[in-house]
């Protein structure tokens, strides 16, 4: 059982940045993508921003977000990180972490959740 941790959720006004971070128990050897998710109140639960493990890291983007997040993996830390930058009041959302592994089936795990909120 693959265990995500996610990090770096606050408070920030309307324009800032913040940094979430998720670490997994498991090294990423058999891990096929890595992504954040978020759910607003009311709403349900959307992509953000997916990863691919591996050299290549294809990377893809919800259109909200695009040109403003960064989705990147350290695969020595086993840890994925999104690196929010323009944040808007509707980027608030509780922020969770996803991760895609190759076992037979595949297994698909999910973090605790993070809350972002952009308010001035």
């Known amino acids: 059982q693959v265990q995500l941790v996610e990090s770096g959720g606050n408070l920030v006004q309307p324009g800032g940045s913040l940094r979430l971070s998720c670490a997994a128990s498991?090294?990423?050897?058999?891990?096929?993508?890595m992504g954040w998710y978020r759910q607003a109140p009311g709403k349900q639960r959307e992509l953000v921003a997916i990863i691919s493990a591996g050299s290549s890291a294809v990377t893809n983007y919800a259109d909200s977000v695009k040109g403003r997040f960064t989705i990147s993996l350290d695969n020595a830390k086993n840890t994925v990180y999104l690196q929010m930058n323009s944040l808007k009041s509707e980027d608030t959302a509780v922020y969770y972490c996803?991760?895609?592994?190759?076992?037979?089936?595949?297994?698909?795990?999910w973090g605790q959740g993070t809350q972002v909120t952009v308010s001035s």
């Open positions: 996803n991760a895609l592994y190759a076992t037979y089936p595949p297994s698909n795990y």
């Open positions: 498991e090294n990423m050897f058999r891990l096929i993508t």
